[in-house]
């Protein structure tokens, strides 16, 4: 194999750590504000379980996705690369978008399933505000400059470990 072609699989693995570790931060910084904001303490333990969910979904998501990037073959790998990055940038924004929702949920819980785009709108547009969807926007933006930044990004060792061990 050749070293250039390994040191490129590398660096694509690479962003999906980074994707991952983007994302998984984001989630707590947002679900620490959130909880913060809201000035009651009996959304604590909610909170603390909701973040561990979304870190477990996220590290089981890359860590399928760095999988399937070592499974398949070599003439695919680029498409397959850009299109689960894309992927996970959506997922990543749409994760984004819960913290915010998660103490309106727990008081008035639904089945998102029986919910339609009328309602949808409704509950974005005037129950919460345009303002729910600003954490999605921030995280798909971060989300893209972390793949398209051609700035070398140094991840500590540690971190690295962490990352790696977690997905």
């Known amino acids: 194999m050749d070293i250039n072609k390994n040191h490129q699989t590398i660096n694509e693995r690479d962003k999906i750590t980074k994707l991952f570790l983007l994302f998984t931060t984001y989630q707590l910084a947002l679900h620490i504000y959130f909880s913060l904001s809201a000035r009651d303490p009996r959304l604590f333990v909610p909170t603390v379980i909701a973040f561990i969910h979304d870190a477990v979904l996220l590290s089981i998501i890359a860590a399928i996705g760095n999988l399937l990037f070592i499974l398949i073959p070599q003439k695919i790998k680029k498409v397959f690369h850009r299109t689960f990055l894309t992927c996970f940038i959506i997922i990543g924004a749409l994760f984004a978008s819960y913290p915010k929702i998660l103490r309106e949920y727990l008081a ?4 998102i399933f029986d919910a339609d785009f009328s309602s949808a709108k409704v509950l974005v547009s005037d129950y919460l505000g345009i303002t729910a969807l600003l954490p999605s926007l921030i995280a798909f933006i971060l989300g893209v ?4 930044l051609k700035a070398r990004i140094r991840i500590p060792n540690k971190i690295k470990v962490a990352g790696f061990l977690f997905c």
Do not use: E, G
């Open 108 to 111: 008035f819980p639904v089945n």
């Open 145 to 148: 400059s972390v793949i398209f």
